[in-house]
């Protein structure tokens, strides 16, 4: 566990810890402050000669004013060259860095890429298919009747049981990372389409997570014609629970306190509007994925709608034929807006975590709506789309392997990402992703506001930007799927 920050993107290529973009930035005052005493150094330097103080320059007497003058002259070439140096020394280390990681991440992709339709031929064996449905019959049987029938956990429960410490695994997180990239290289593979793997490879290399979320939807709304609930969407209500006055919200630290908490019968949605009349303004915070399972249910935060939201940022989801155009969270999160008093246009800052922070970006890519920033603490945003003009803040810890579901995704000038270690090596863990928790994701935000980083600082006045300064009115919602018969129901 590291209490120290790497912040990225926006833009730049450079990459590392906080503190070094802040020293960098100190340096930059100070080189511009030893300027400004230079240019007042030249003034007096002229007023001097304008008195006829000057003295020749074969002899200096060492008490005079022009000899001083002459000693914070060299002293302050010396300070702005020493300062321009270090600003220099530090933002190349900030880039050597950066360029590292690109190197690092890109031996991955071309060895990943190469390597998918092997790993996908070898996945067909007798002994990965066996194994495969045994655990997948384990669950579908359910841990009750399992338990039930004297046979102890799921063999999938028990799979990760014992391999929890493997899942929050760095190594493990940039192996998921890769993996979502190359899936359908993968299945190429397994399929034993009769073409050399750096082919597939090649062909497969603008295929990312979300064309590859989108085609599983595809193929899960043809199941959903025969009666399948899997991965099917339906539609979408929410009702509110709650109304209040409450005080505006200083930092990103206090955004992530009011996300709230991931629970079975709680609400998943939380409104904000801050100003009356035409000077509205909104924030609205979204809860992390409650349900785990594949099968829709009536709690739509779930995997159901993760997938929507994912597949959202692939051009190719608009050619599906059958199922739901967005995921249940995201339509409930705008059904809620729209019932908070939210018009098209009013200024609107979105935070999420987990599967939220997918519907929190979605939000600010939407040139529909006046979104002016989004927070996701824990979200695969990598690949989704920014609008010009609106940041997206992407909080993510390095053993958590959620984030790591979007894939590689793309650079975007709008998105900036925060990392750092969140657990404490050796250490043995109760909850079974321990570094996804939002409790944790609240301690990385606080951290962020601890920063003097300028981009953290941009999105703390930001938050101050979107509400005044003055207490706001807050509202709780509740989203329940509708479940139907029709998995074109919810279009």
Known sequence: ??????????????????????????????????????????????????????????????????????????????????ARWLRTSLLEAAE????????????????????????GAAAVSPAVIGGALWMAAGQWVGGV??????????????WLEEHRDVLAQPAFVRLVRVAADHADETLAGALHVPLPPPIIAGLGAEVGAPESASVVLALAGGLGLLGSRVLVEGPVRVDRTDQRRVDPPQSVGDLAARVPAPSADGSQIRVERYGEGDDRRFIVYIGGTVELGLVAGEQPFDNTSNVHGVADDAGIDALRLSGADSGAGE????????????????PLL???????????????ADPELGAVGAVSLGGPVASAPTAPGVPLL????????????GGSGHPAAERVTVSRSALEPGRRYDALFPAHELARYRETAALVDESDEARLVGFRDLVAEVTGGRPGERSDWVATRELSSSPTDAR
């Open 1 to 82: 566990m590291s209490d120290g920050i790497t912040v990225s993107g926006g833009g730049s290529t450079s990459v590392a810890v906080d503190e070094l973009f802040v020293d960098a930035s100190r340096l930059g005052t100070a080189e511009a402050v030893v300027a400004g005493w230079a240019d007042r150094l030249g003034v007096i330097r002229r007023g001097l000669g304008g008195l006829d103080l000057e003295e020749p320059a074969v002899w200096r007497d060492p008490t005079s004013p022009a000899w001083f003058l002459d000693l914070a002259d060299v002293g302050l070439d010396q300070a702005g060259d020493r």
């Open 96 to 119: 050597r860095y950066g360029a590292t990681e690109r190197l690092v991440d890109g031996s991955w992709r071309l060895g990943s890429a190469l390597a998918a339709p092997w790993v």
């Open 145 to 158: 009747v399992w338990r039930a029938l004297g046979w102890g956990p799921t063999p999938l429960a028990a």
């Open 331 to 346: 339509r409930a999160v705008r059904q809620a807006l729209r019932d908070a008093g939210m018009r098209p246009g009013d």
């Open 350 to 364: 979105a935070v999420g975590h987990s599967g939220g922070g997918i519907i929190a970006a979605q939000l600010a």
């Open 394 to 405: 992407a909080v993510e810890h390095e053993e958590d392997f959620v984030p790591a579901i």
